[in-house]
């Protein structure tokens, strides 16, 4: 693996979940101690960021549920000193489903 002397910039990838076979069934069965777990093995290869999609259907379907869940995930990456890049609400379905 290549090895960079400054790690200043913005390294990440998005997450789904080992949990979840698709996003919105990540965010409906949310695991707090999981999501830390998981996360905590970006650390490994240098990652600084984490990108987090809510899927629309998802909240939906719960919206309180996953903006909670949402909600631990940014303290989760914040405790592992991690930056979140939020996805919101992405147009995957088709441009009028949402």
């Not at 910039?9 to 999981?34: C, K, M, Q, T």
């Not at 991690?82 to 088709?94: G, Q, Y």
Request: with cysteine; net charge negative.
């Amino acid at each position: 693996m290549h090895q960079y002397p400054d790690y200043a910039w913005l390294r990440g990838f998005s997450v789904v979940p080992s949990w979840g076979a698709r996003i919105e069934e990540a965010w409906w069965s949310y695991h707090p101690d999981r999501f830390r777990e998981e996360v905590a093995l970006a650390r490994i290869v240098h990652a600084n960021c984490i990108r987090l999609w809510i899927e629309f259907t998802a909240w939906m379907a719960d919206p309180a549920g996953v903006e909670e869940f949402f909600f631990d995930a940014v303290a989760a990456l914040d405790e592992h000193g991690m930056k979140t890049m939020p996805c919101l609400f992405n147009r995957w379905h088709d441009h009028t489903y949402d």
